[in-house]
């Protein structure tokens, strides 16, 4: 490999890393909310909203059906609306942040569910109101769930934004078919592959710890 | 509350039903309420209680009515599905009746809005069979909690936890995460929690039922304390006679839903009338052994032999198993074969088995209210028992 490969390897490695990255803080910041409503509105649960679950259940359910490479091109005049442009890194980030938040929802509510009932019970009979319950029970206690279903989410985004090079974005992903699958150079291929397996492996090794750490209490 | 009521002196004497509390009847802490109603008192009101299930409705509470007064330790005992969980929670309503009022401290609590559903649960402490602790915050955290999300300040949340965990015996133990704790140390947070709102009802869901026998009698023995110094009134639920033995005053019986027996514990457990009450007593009962009990025969044939005789007594009207009295009926050779008499509450209630020679005119003559409230032959054995 050219020092010049390694420069672009080092580059599509950058914007991998943005892509996943900034989609993933969207992902997270908006997952939970709707994973804490979903679970919330969930029938016996404190919020008596049956309809907007069922609704926002249909949406998720919607979103995640969707093959990611269909919701990239779909959502193409909402990416301008948002970034402007519907090339480069940032195009890339919305679909992806679209597409990872329904899946971190999922996975986060399934997390929430898990919170022992009692708990919310007795959290209630000591006079907590429902964000204290928020606040003090359902996240805290769901906490190493949230953090094994993030890691989850991270790492499978990592895997979608290979298909950003659809709309110009690079990152590994594209950097390996265009090089690897386009031009046989099988070097190059097998480089971020190597790249792309480390990544995956750090980011796991991340979650892990900290989930370990929690229970660890 | 004051803060005084933590240091409140630990010889005040309890009569049942008149406590220390009533000291605190004019407080300020109950301004608002109606005055004639101590703080601390509960009555249901024709209470029922029907679920919906997928096989239709289902009746867990059927015309509750019953007082429980201030300051008294009420015991509510029941076979598994005989609706005690549900009936406990409506005080606190995390169950709501479906009928019928919960009237606490004189106020109807069904009408009550959010806030005022969360003042009144600041009053009201519960107590868990798991416990419920939160195992992502450590002691201190989850002793703490009913504090912080009233806005109480941090300088005060910190003395009056350590004011507290001092009362249920875990000063030390503020830094640890409840996953460290034994059974018994994590429903001392439990209970640590339940009093840091100083609140003047303690409800306890079958708080002992996952803690083993010694445990048991430690939680039972701190409960009966803080009653006793904060005068504040327990109703506990559970399916263990041994347990309303041991610190209740009041008993409800539920048997499906509806009241079987209700009185103060000496009385139920002398003379239990309902079937369900006889049936959770029975743990309590030790019988005769197998093998005498096949021995017996119901008929003297005149030879001599041993009779058994049981004396009951309810603890009604102070009658007590008067030695003299029975050995002056019996005569010589009268021995106490076995006994299953208990004190409780100051009366004297339970079995006294004898075993006396065999005569014909036995059954005349234990039949005599100034023995015992009720007297019976067992059998006769031809053997020496």
Redesign the interface.
């Known amino acids: 490999m050219t020092p010049q490969m390694y420069d672009r390897l080092w580059h599509a490695f950058l914007d991998t890393l943005t892509m996943v990255g900034v989609s993933a803080i969207v992902a997270l910041l908006a997952g939970i909310p709707l994973a804490v409503f979903l679970v919330l509105s969930a029938p016996g649960g404190l919020i008596h909203a049956p309809r907007a679950n069922r609704v926002l259940g249909a949406v998720i359910n919607g979103f995640r059906a969707t093959p990611f490479i269909v919701l990239l091109v779909a959502l193409l005049p909402f990416t301008r609306l948002v970034t402007g442009t519907t090339i480069g890194v940032w195009a890339a980030i919305v679909p992806l942040s679209i597409s990872a938040t329904p899946f971190f929802a999922r996975i986060a509510e399934v997390s929430l569910r898990e919170v022992e009932h009692g708990l919310i019970e007795a959290a209630q009979a000591i006079g907590c109101r429902r964000w204290h319950i928020i606040r003090h029970v359902l996240l805290p206690e769901a906490l190493p769930g949230l953090i094994g279903g993030f890691t989850i989410t991270v790492v499978s985004m990592i895997g979608a934004s290979a298909m950003a090079g659809a709309v110009g974005a690079g990152g590994l992903g594209d950097m390996a078919i265009r090089y690897g699958y386009q031009r046989f150079d099988t070097t190059v291929m097998l480089a971020v592959i190597v790249v792309l397996i480390a990544t995956v492996c750090i980011v796991q090794f991340i979650g892990d710890t900290a989930v370990r750490r929690l229970r660890a209490r | 509350m004051s803060a005084a009521l933590f240091d409140a002196a630990d010889d005040v004497t309890r009569v049942v039903g008149v406590t220390s509390r009533s000291a605190e009847e004019s407080a300020p802490s109950s301004a608002g309420r109606p005055a004639a109603v101590a703080a601390g008192s509960i009555r249901f009101q024709k209470v029922e209680k029907t679920y919906l299930s997928s096989a239709g409705p289902v009746r867990a509470l059927t015309d509750i009515t019953i007082d429980v007064p201030a300051g008294s330790v009420f015991g509510i005992i029941g076979r598994s599905g005989a609706g005690k969980s549900s009936l406990l929670r409506t005080v606190?309503r995390?169950e709501r009746p479906t009928g019928g009022q919960v009237l606490v401290d004189g106020e109807d609590i069904s009408a009550f809005n959010?806030d005022q559903l969360?003042?009144l649960?600041?009053r009201?402490?519960?107590i868990?069979q798991?416990f419920?602790?939160?195992?992502?915050?450590t002691v201190f955290g989850n002793v703490a909690?009913?504090l912080?999300?009233?806005g109480v300040p941090a300088q005060e949340v910190r003395t009056r936890v350590a004011e507290v965990l001092k009362l249920v015996g875990l000063e030390g133990k503020e830094n640890t995460?409840p996953?460290r704790l034994s059974g018994g140390q994590k429903q001392r947070v439990g209970i640590a929690?339940?009093l840091v709102?100083r609140p003047e009802i303690l409800?306890c869901d079958e708080a002992t039922s996952a803690l083993d026998p010694e445990t048991t009698l430690s939680i039972l023995s701190l409960l009966k304390d803080i009653n006793r110094r904060l005068g504040l009134t327990i109703v506990l639920i559970t399916h263990e006679m041994s347990v309303i033995r041991e610190i209740c005053d009041h008993v409800l019986v539920l048997e499906a839903g509806r009241i079987a027996e209700t009185g103060r514990v000496w009385e139920v457990f002398g003379n239990p009338r309902h079937e369900a009450t006889r049936a959770l007593l029975k743990p309590l009962d030790r019988g005769l052994p197998d093998d005498l009990t096949e021995r017996l025969t119901s008929l003297w044939n005149g030879e001599p032999a041993t009779a058994l005789v049981e004396f009951t007594y309810t603890g009604a009207g102070g009658l007590q198993p008067d030695l003299a009295r029975l050995l002056a009926v019996l005569g010589d050779g009268t021995r106490i074969i076995q006994s299953n008499l208990d004190r409780i509450q100051s009366h004297v209630s339970g079995r006294l088995i004898v075993a006396s020679p065999a005569r014909a005119d036995l059954q005349h003559l234990i039949a005599n209210p100034e023995l015992a409230h009720a007297a019976r032959i067992i059998g006769y054995d031809a053997a020496d028992v």
């Open positions: 606190n995390l959010e969360v003042a649960r600041r009201v402490g519960m868990f798991h419920n602790l939160l195992s992502a915050k909690l009913p912080v999300v009233a995460y996953s929690r339940a709102s409800l």
